[in-house]
């Protein structure tokens, strides 16, 4: 008797520990890809060989769109942690993560794409949308392409 009671709270607190582990989470992600373009091919302007296409982001969750509650930690040694009240979804701040990925390559950086994006939970209910802006999802996103600098061409005609 005492099992089935257990089984039927389980099945009722599960779900809801389940969908809390999904809200309560924070994420910083860095995403590399080896290929940007095929041999021989530049990007105009690019003052090098491009070596690396760099994809950072970080997302958190906020009480009226600027309490934060929770987000994906930025700083280098606890990154990808989840971090409570700290308001890490920022651009600087996913700027820097971008940097030190620029700086440990020691490349140049090319083609930045930053984007922002700010979503009330109950937005998709009509006639309501985002008068109810309790909780909302912050993401911020960079990419680039990090660029080799080519080596200075050597003087024709030899040193006199």
Not at 41 to 62: A, D, F, L
Not at 114 to 135: D, E, V
């Amino acid at each position: 008797m005492k099992q089935g009671k257990f089984i039927k709270q389980a099945r009722v607190h599960l779900p809801c520990v389940l969908v809390s582990f999904v809200l309560f989470s924070g994420c910083v992600s860095v995403q590399k890809a080896n290929r940007v373009a095929p041999a021989g091919v530049s990007i105009q302007g690019s003052p090098g060989t491009p070596v690396e296409h760099v994809h950072v982001s970080n997302y958190g969750y906020y009480l009226f769109n600027c309490i934060p509650l929770f987000c994906g930690n930025t700083m280098t040694d606890s990154r990808g942690e989840t971090v409570w009240f700290s308001n890490e979804v920022t651009l600087a701040k996913v700027q820097e993560v971008m940097l030190e990925e620029v700086r440990s390559r020691k490349c140049h950086v090319t083609e930045i794409q930053p984007y922002a994006r700010s979503t009330c939970f109950f937005s998709a209910i009509p006639y309501i949308g985002n008068t109810l802006g309790i909780l909302w999802f912050k993401e911020v996103q960079m990419s680039a392409v990090l660029v080799r600098p080519d080596a200075p061409a050597a003087p024709k005609g030899g040193v006199k």
